[in-house]
């Protein structure tokens, strides 16, 4: 019984763990819709999270481009398709690239970040401070942090989008051989607006997801240096990992017949 035992053990961990983060994101999330809320904090976050991003999630977005360009003209070339290759770019770009390279990169910036803080806060104890003095952590801690993801995801994938179709022009114009007016009139013909807002929509989820795991591993970590340290490491994976998981979902919303 062992064996049984065991797999027994690891689900009920795994469904209390499942049932803690529920929690924590409903009381997080219910704290952003009411008052009081701390405009100075929320736009600290902003500009930490969606100003201080950009030189990352630009240089993400230049070459994920310049890539997609490069790799979709090996295969096309084969059959012949070689006009489908903006098309391609800017659906691509638009829909999953864009939305899902900016999230992971800035999970594994900002949800890093955010648990870090928050997990330094709560060994020091002044998380306990902050209860001492009548001020509610989740909305001095957690809930600018969830707004300020939210907010801050859609405009950094649109950045990485433009960008990104831009490293596709580049390529394709400069070493692909491509008209750059054809190129941009196929671009815009074939770009539709249902894939900017799958992609946003992707992008706010994302910023929520991160949000939430950084604050919720930091809220809970562990007392000394290793607490903090892991509590770190499990937001940036835990968060990466909910990325992929809700991609799939929120494409299956848009796009399943």
Known sequence: MNPIALIGRVFLAFMAATGRVILFSI????HCVRPPLYPRLIIRQMLDIGYY???VVGMTGLFAGMVLA???????SRFGADSAIPTVVVISITRELGPVLTGLMVAGRIGASMAAEIGTMRVTEQIDALTTLSTNPF???VAPRI??????LPLLVLVADTI???GGYLVGVNKLGFNGATYLANTWENLEALDVISGLTKAAAFGT???LMGCYHGYNSQRGAQGVGTATTNAVVSASIL??????FITELFFAK
């Open 53 to 55: 991003s950009l030189p």
């Open 243 to 248: 990325i992929l998981i809700a991609n799939y």
């Open 27 to 30: 009381i997080g999330i219910s």
């Open 209 to 211: 997801i991160i949000a």
């Open 139 to 141: 909305k001095y801690l």
């Open 147 to 152: 707004i300020a993801g939210v907010t801050m």
């Open 164 to 166: 990104g179709v831009l």
């Open 70 to 76: 490069l790799q979709s003209y090996t295969g096309f």
